[in-house]
């Protein structure tokens, strides 16, 4: 086992670390220069995109967070409605979805039982089946009318990482592709295309910060809850980053949309709370940092993770992200996320590659 994990301790770090290497994979042979989104699998369907009304992305634990995302970026690029559903609901809750409707299954493992039975009640429905896979073969690859796989290689922890922010890119490429067969590739397209490419690059930049992840991990040596904030795609964002926390070092974290902390949330926050807080979005990146300042008004210590030339006042620790297209923040953000919760878990002790409760392929309802 030891010799598996390539001189890391844990599978989880090991895959922390391995995804500039799972993304280019994942890229290679999809992007054609700084012009095209090249996915063969879809090519089948290549003019039946401009008959969708609605897209619908499903999943379940990290998988749906990827959703979430991808249906931002979607709606963003191509103006189709996307509703994004966790599997376990739209298998019963009567969907409306019919021959109109492209669906987008993302999972992992690919034998997920409520994904699988969302899926299956999808394609009863007549809707267009497109499923996101890393496992090759799997159930939900041979169900599908269509899948496009994420080359992560295996992954052995039970926490997601390498196969979320692979997820996020095939996501992305499906989002590009769309806008594509669409015919509407607007003036941002070749700089988003450029940024796709680049993500590796940042991706391997952004480990090297990796002690700076570890301190800000060290906030959470003594305490039992934290709260993550985030707008948009951030929310997205920030609900994975909970989970991962949550997962492997059993510190309670909830994830708020930041313009709701009024709304309830904020009645927690005391002396010594913990903020962590994404804001790179820039149409509503300042309204999240004045949110930060009501919660430091009240006794955080906030953690943000912004883009340059944000007024940032008085926050505990601010970390810039690359100058990319918005849309490729959620891959980026993931890495820093993924280290404090590994770090964390350090701090209290916990087995990251096998967290209590939890199993990596959850095959029954
Ligand atoms: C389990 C795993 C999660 C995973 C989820 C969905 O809960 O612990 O890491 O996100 O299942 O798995 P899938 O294989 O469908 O992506």
Not at 3 to 17: P, S
Not at 110 to 119: C, I, R, S, V, Y
Not at 268 to 294: C, D, H, W
Request: glycine share 6%.
């Amino acid at each position: 086992e030891a010799a598996q994990k390539g001189g890391y301790d844990t599978f989880m770090l090991k895959e922390i670390h391995e995804q500039p290497y799972a993304i280019a994979e994942t890229l290679r042979g999809r992007v054609e220069g700084t012009d095209r989104i090249i996915l063969p699998e879809l090519d089948a369907i290549h003019d039946k995109f401009k008959t969708f009304n609605k897209a619908y992305f499903v999943a379940c634990g990290t998988a749906y967070h990827a959703c979430l995302s991808g249906a931002n970026i979607l709606e963003r690029l191509t103006g189709i409605p996307t509703f994004t559903q966790v599997a376990s609901e739209f298998r019963y809750c009567d969907p409306i979805v019919d021959e109109k409707t492209m669906c987008v299954f993302v999972s992992q493992s690919g034998e997920t039982a409520d994904t699988m039975a969302a899926l299956r009640l999808a394609k009863e429905k007549g809707c267009t089946t497109i499923a996101v896979a890393n496992v090759l073969g799997s159930s939900i690859s041979r169900e599908a009318d269509h899948t496009i796989y994420t080359c992560a290689g295996p992954e052995i922890a039970v926490a997601s990482t390498k196969a979320y922010t692979t997820q996020l890119i095939v996501l992305l490429l499906l989002g590009m592709y769309i806008s594509q067969a669409l015919g509407n590739e607007n003036e941002d397209y070749k700089r988003i295309i450029e940024g796709i490419a680049s993500l590796p690059q940042h991706i391997e930049n952004i480990l090297k910060d990796e002690k700076t992840f570890e301190h800000y991990a060290s906030y959470l040596k003594d305490l039992k809850d934290t709260y993550y904030i985030g707008r948009s795609l951030d929310y997205a964002t920030v609900l994975e980053g909970a989970l991962k926390l949550k997962e492997v070092s059993y510190v309670h974290a909830d994830a708020y949309i930041a313009g709701e902390l009024k709304h309830g949330p904020i009645a927690l926050i005391e002396q010594g709370s913990l903020v962590i807080a994404v804001a790179t979005q820039p149409n509503i990146a300042a309204k999240t940092i004045s949110n930060i300042q009501e919660t430091i008004a009240r006794g955080a210590n906030v953690i943000l993770f912004t883009i340059d030339g944000q007024e940032v006042g008085n926050v505990k620790e601010t970390y810039i992200l690359p100058d990319v297209d918005p849309i490729l923040q959620s891959v980026l953000v993931a890495v820093p996320l993924q280290l404090i919760a590994y770090y964390a878990a350090g701090l209290k002790g916990c087995d990251v590659d096998k967290p209590r409760n939890l199993a990596k392929s959850v095959t029954v309802e």
